[in-house]
């Protein structure tokens, strides 16, 4: 049999690299709230932040990694802000997350400790965004950074703490999130994990190497039909 050229479509090469990764949601296993007097509910998954009156509060949400097989690649957080959820006299705020040193189970208590409530501010900076000061409710998307993949990749399970940086601390209740109990009684609907994974671990291999893996498998190919 004589073969006078392989042609192999530059299409094919690109699904065969495309094929390497996969997205998906991972619905928040817990969501919550802290204030800054130690005062918190772990059994309320209302996840408000800001203030009310003179104190401060602030929100965490609670991830399961455990079923991921393979790299998180990219990674941002979906977060439900229900109608009526923004009370403040500014016209936008600042929202952002932050890593935390331990991760908040359903079953942890949290009531009466302030260092929870400094830990939920003051960790490394994963992500931020502004929200507008609207009636209606809207998802608030934010990407997440490097310093999150590399926490996550490492870890079966990552609490997120979140703060408002806005805040104008004069007494007045500014807040986001507010509500957010009320939207059902899942929490995990209102509040998910978008990510990309690599099923290898690795990176999507160099297109001289995905042609070499196209080559051999025509081979195998023209080698059954002899």
Known sequence: MKIKQLIIPTMLLSSIAQAQTFNFDIGASNTGWIEDSGNGDNNNSNYIAGSVGANEYRNYFTFDLSNILGSIT??????????????????NEIFALSS???VIGQNDTISGNTALFDDLGDGGF???TIITNTNGSQSVVIDLNQEFLDEANSSSAIT?????????????NEYLFGFSKELNDSQESNVKLNVTVDPNGAAVPEPSSVALLGLGSLGLLIRRRR
């Open 160 to 172: 997120l703490g979140g703060s408002v940086i806005s805040l104008n601390r004069d007494g007045s």
């Open 100 to 102: 935390v040193d331990s």
């Open 126 to 128: 994963l992500g931020s």
């Open 74 to 91: 990219d990674a941002s957080i979906s977060i439900t802000l229900p109608t009526g959820g923004v009370l403040s006299g500014d016209t």
